[in-house]
């Protein structure tokens, strides 16, 4: 569910972004993943890109199945002509 420039969901098989009941809501793709050893929930963190209605979130998950908390990335930085 997004609210406020924030996303929380699932993430699911296949690249697919799910919300508690297994209802699609976008696509995500896991950009880096490192390990937490001694974290008792999962042993490695991943950084993901999930996109939803055409918006860009960008935050982590302990992997398939689990939490994914974001928020809306910033517009990258456009070159302006300079006269």
């Known amino acids: 569910m997004a609210i406020n420039g924030e996303i929380a969901a699932y993430l699911g098989e296949n690249g697919q972004l799910v919300d508690w009941h297994g209802n699609v809501l976008g696509t995500y793709?896991?950009?880096?993943?490192?390990r937490t050893p001694g974290w008792a929930i999962?042993?490695?963190m991943?950084?993901?890109?999930a996109t939803v209605d055409g918006?860009?979130?960008?935050?982590?998950?302990?992997?398939?199945?689990?939490?994914?908390?974001?928020?809306?990335?910033?517009?990258?930085m456009r070159k302006t002509k300079v006269n």
Do not use: N, T
């Open 29 to 34: 793709k896991v950009v880096s993943r490192w």
């Open 42 to 44: 999962s042993g490695h």
């Open 46 to 49: 991943c950084a993901v890109h």
């Open 55 to 76: 918006v860009l979130y960008k935050g982590r998950a302990a992997g398939v199945q689990m939490l994914f908390r974001g928020k809306v990335a910033a517009l990258p």
